[in-house]
């Protein structure tokens, strides 16, 4: 088969541009808003591919569903354009763009309030993880909060049906906590928080006692399913797992 010469490449062009043309702005924006939530880099090939996707990839909406799972949690990994990037989605009410904003801001300590209400805004728009993280956090300071917090945590039971499973979202919270240097002082608030408000505490469904733990090094922690039937322990024992974890990602002293 004979190269295609320039002037076919033009024609082929056009013709492609004139069936983009051709279909209504909301039916591209819908397929590439689809695509953008499968992978980042299928999204970018996409805005290569012809200038009308180039075009329609700058809606809002796109910025909303972008897959940020594979970027790492720190933006000064990126440079300025990569990172006026992320700030678009964030901005775009993007949910994992304000949980990962959430996680910085809260556990590095030095825009905790900013940090709390980005993970409480993900949380409200369904983000698995920040509602595992934000729920947690009301049970640990306890009062009126930490009823607030145990129905959040509540709500993921929901979920399973459709596979979730709380040891895989613990890990993917994990993943993340652990691959910055906490704030001390920020863990050891909501860590002495949960000791105070759960020391000698009955549970109400079943009678057990829900004391705080400390989970032993290189301990692979019980299945959240399998600890216990009642899903109040289920959740608080859950809670004491979390502590532990914000305690391993703390920067270490010298």
């Known amino acids: 088969m004979a190269p295609l010469t320039r002037s076919m490449k033009k024609k082929a062009a056009n013709s492609k541009s004139r069936i983009m043309q051709s279909l209504p702005k909301e039916l591209l924006v819908e397929v590439l808003a689809k695509v953008a939530s499968n992978s980042f880099n299928d999204l970018y090939s996409a805005k290569l591919s012809c200038k009308d996707f180039n075009k329609t990839a700058e809606e809002d909406y796109i910025f909303q569903c972008v897959d940020m799972s594979k970027f790492p949690l720190d933006s000064w990994r990126f440079d300025d354009k990569f990172s006026k990037f992320l700030k678009r989605c964030k901005k775009c009410g993007n949910v994992e763009a304000l949980y990962r904003q959430g996680l910085r801001d809260l556990f590095r300590g030095k825009r905790v309030q900013q940090g709390i209400m980005c993970l409480k805004k993900a949380a409200s728009k369904g983000h698995v993880e920040a509602t595992y993280v934000y729920g947690t956090i009301l049970v640990c300071f306890g009062g009126e909060a930490k ?99 914000l305690n391993d990602s703390c920067t270490p002293l010298y």
């Open 147 to 245: 009823q607030e917090g145990l129905e959040l945590l509540y709500s993921l039971n929901h979920y399973k049906p459709k596979g979730f499973s709380v040891r895989e979202c613990r890990e993917r919270v994990k993943g993340l906590v652990w691959n910055m240097w906490s704030d001390r002082k920020v863990v050891g608030k909501i860590v002495q928080a949960r000791h105070e408000s759960a020391v000698s505490k009955t549970c109400s469904d079943c009678g057990n006692r829900q004391e705080v733990f400390t989970v032993e090094r290189g301990w692979d922690p019980l299945d959240h399913e399998n600890f216990s039937s009642c899903n109040s322990c289920r959740w608080h024992q859950e809670v004491n797992i979390f502590c532990d974890i």
